[in-house]
């Protein structure tokens, strides 16, 4: 069978984000970035099913600038088959990019869709619920592990009361969580392949598909800042202050 | 026009998130309807009748809603949708799987974990783990989102609400529910306690030896650092942070977590932050009010023994 992943070009999940001096976003020019964490767990995925004979290719999509290419690269290096930047400089939101994803499910027919349950840099979480409701199929959401079997996809959920199961006939959009996995290192040789592996490149706006964004940002800001705590010297100090105020019996 | 806020309950009794989102659909003064989709509706729509400010409770009801899936609660949205000007819920897991579909399917954006809202169409969001808040406006027909509990007060009782029944939409045919494990927990509920006592995976396999005691008599609950859930000293649905619970608790208690920037953007709100490490340089140590250099090993059994 064949797997479709997206993955984004985020910035890397250790840096502090920058805001630009007009207050308008984030700054991350000439920051480190790389492969959205959750997107690297659903490609690790991948390719432990490609390991054990149960899938057959894997195809790695990135929507975005030229530079996501190196996000595509980290996944070719992990053990995707091919990649496809469908290549865009515009503004994206999860709307247009669940249609721009469509368009290449529609293309490829794959019989799983892997996306991360969030990106780190918009936190939106909604990526793969849009995809699914737009192609019709079922979905399952913060994925922690999963099992395929005659034609359907079991799937262990984490929810808020701890975990839930559910099985859904393929083709299906799954997210994956933080413990679905634990990616692999990338080994140079790996990587020094991949830099050699073509990626594929659609114009997006050749698609003919509106992704245009619906939402207007008007402005960023850093959250307020706390005050500056003290240094207790005991656990009787501790408490002591903490009855003062009040927030102890 | 009205607002639809979709509740979520254990089919007994309405989660917090559903009071804490009536309060934020306030702000557009429309007529609020809560939707309880259930297998039995009757006692949760009761309860949804009677909180203050509630005009309407829609009751669906169907044996494939004793365990909701995205499938099939996206459904019954979408067939409500024409009527409402937002559609809203809390930001748990059912609502963060439902409403995304639902807004794809109205051809709408919408908007995740919204932290304040300025009626008719501006919100401020947490973005980059909450290190940034954005503010955004959407001028799309009909307005979807999740709101964080925390951000809202819960909204009390007063109301008398009438209750109608609709049909529900046959089951989809794509998805089945299997099985369920619940944690289950004597202590109260993470998004809304009053104090937590969090861990970090230097605890070990001493987690709950050490946590418990402390948590209960403070009537406080527990929660962890993902590298601790990792580890498997503790269960997933207690992770604090970006990509877990977000919590805003009277008192947060931090104990040998090292303040990585993913779980501060879980504990930010709450009023009085402790950290206890052993490390002086541990990045905890800037965001907490009252700080203790100290092995928790050490540290734990003595507030243990001062709490007496
Ligand atoms: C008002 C506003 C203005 C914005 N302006 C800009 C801007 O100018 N430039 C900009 O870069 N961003 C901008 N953003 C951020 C951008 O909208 C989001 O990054 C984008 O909408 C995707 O959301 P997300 O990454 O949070 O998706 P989520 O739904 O959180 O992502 C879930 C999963 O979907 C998949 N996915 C998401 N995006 C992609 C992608 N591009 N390629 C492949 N897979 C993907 C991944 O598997 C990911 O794990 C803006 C956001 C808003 C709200
Ligand atoms: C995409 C993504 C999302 C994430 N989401 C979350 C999230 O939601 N929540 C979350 O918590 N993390 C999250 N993380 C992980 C996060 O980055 C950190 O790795 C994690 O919070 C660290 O947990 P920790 O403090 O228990 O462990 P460590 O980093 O190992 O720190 C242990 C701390 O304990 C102290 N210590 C050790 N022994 C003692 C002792 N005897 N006495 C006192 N102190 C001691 C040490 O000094 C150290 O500061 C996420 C990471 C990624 C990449």
Not at chain 1, 86 to 109: H, Y
Not at chain 1, 219 to 235: D, I, N, Q, T
Not at chain 2, 28 to 40: G, K
């Amino acid at each position: 069978m064949k797997v479709l992943v997206a993955v984004k070009h985020v910035l890397d999940y250790n840096i502090m984000p920058r805001i630009k001096q007009d207050g308008s976003d984030v700054d991350i020019t000439g920051n480190k970035m790389g492969i959205n964490p959750f997107d690297e767990i659903a490609v690790e995925e991948a390719v432990r099913l490609k390991e054990r004979g149960i899938v057959k290719e894997i195809i790695a999509v990135s929507i975005g600038a030229e530079n996501s290419k190196d996000t595509l690269r980290h996944a070719l290096a992990m053990g995707a088959d091919r990649a496809v930047l469908i290549q865009t400089d515009a503004a994206l939101q999860p709307l247009g990019v669940a249609k721009l994803l469509k368009a290449i499910v529609e293309k490829e027919q794959p019989d799983l869709i892997l996306l991360g349950k969030q990106a780190i840099d918009d936190d939106s979480g909604q990526t793969g619920q849009m995809l699914s409701a737009l192609l019709g199929t079922g979905q399952s959401t913060f994925a922690s592990a999963i099992n395929i079997k005659d034609g359907e996809i079991e799937v262990t959920r984490e929810v808020d009361t701890g975990n839930e199961t559910v099985s859904i006939k393929l083709p299906a959009v799954v997210t994956s969580d933080l413990r679905l996995n634990e990616p692999r290192f990338l080994k140079l040789p790996n990587l020094m392949m991949a830099k050699k592996k073509p990626i594929e490149t659609i114009v997006a706006s050749e698609l003919g598909i509106d992704f245009s964004p619906r939402l207007k940002q008007t402005k960023v800001a850093e959250p307020p800042v706390r005050k500056p705590g003290v240094l207790v010297a005991s656990v009787a100090e501790l408490v002591e202050k903490l009855r003062i105020e009040k927030v102890l019996p | 026009m009205s607002i639809l806020i979709l509740a979520e309950h254990d089919g007994k009794q309405l989660k917090q998130s559903t009071r804490q989102a009536v309060t934020a659909a306030a702000v557009w003064q429309l007529p609020i309807h809560i939707l309880v989709a259930a297998e039995h509706a009757d006692v949760v729509a009761k309860e949804a009748a009677s909180i203050s400010n509630v005009a309407r409770v829609i009751k669906v009801e169907a044996a494939h809603f004793s365990h909701p899936l995205a499938e099939d609660v996206s459904a019954v949205l979408i067939k409500l949708a024409p009527e409402y000007k937002v559609i809203l819920g809390g930001h748990t897991a059912l609502s963060k799987s439902v409403l995304p579909r639902v807004a794809a399917l109205l051809d709408v954006a919408m908007l995740s974990d919204v932290i304040q809202i300025t009626a008719p169409a501006t919100y401020v969001r947490p973005i980059y783990a909450g290190n940034i808040f954005a503010t955004v406006e959407s001028s799309d027909s009909t307005q979807v989102l999740t709101v964080r509990g925390t951000s809202f007060e819960v909204a009390a009782d007063g109301g008398n609400a009438e209750i109608i029944r609709i049909e529900a939409p046959a089951a989809n045919t794509t998805t089945r529910w299997i099985k369920e494990e619940k944690n289950v927990s004597d202590r109260p509920e993470l998004a809304s306690a009053h104090v937590v006592i969090s861990g970090g995976r230097s605890l070990g396999e001493q987690f709950n030896s050490l946590l418990d005691p402390i948590a209960h008599k403070l009537n406080a609950a527990v929660g962890a650092t993902r590298a601790c859930v990792d580890a498997g000293f503790a269960p997933n649905d207690i992770q604090v942070g970006q990509t877990g619970t977000v919590v805003a608790p009277e008192l947060y208690i931090a104990v040998g977590i090292s303040g990585a920037m993913q779980h501060i953007a879980g504990i930010k709100d709450s009023k009085v932050i402790v950290a206890i490490n052993h490390d002086p340089d541990a990045p905890i140590f800037k965001y907490a009010d009252y700080g203790l250099v100290a092995d928790l090993f050490k540290a734990l059994p003595e507030l243990n023994a001062a709490l007496n």
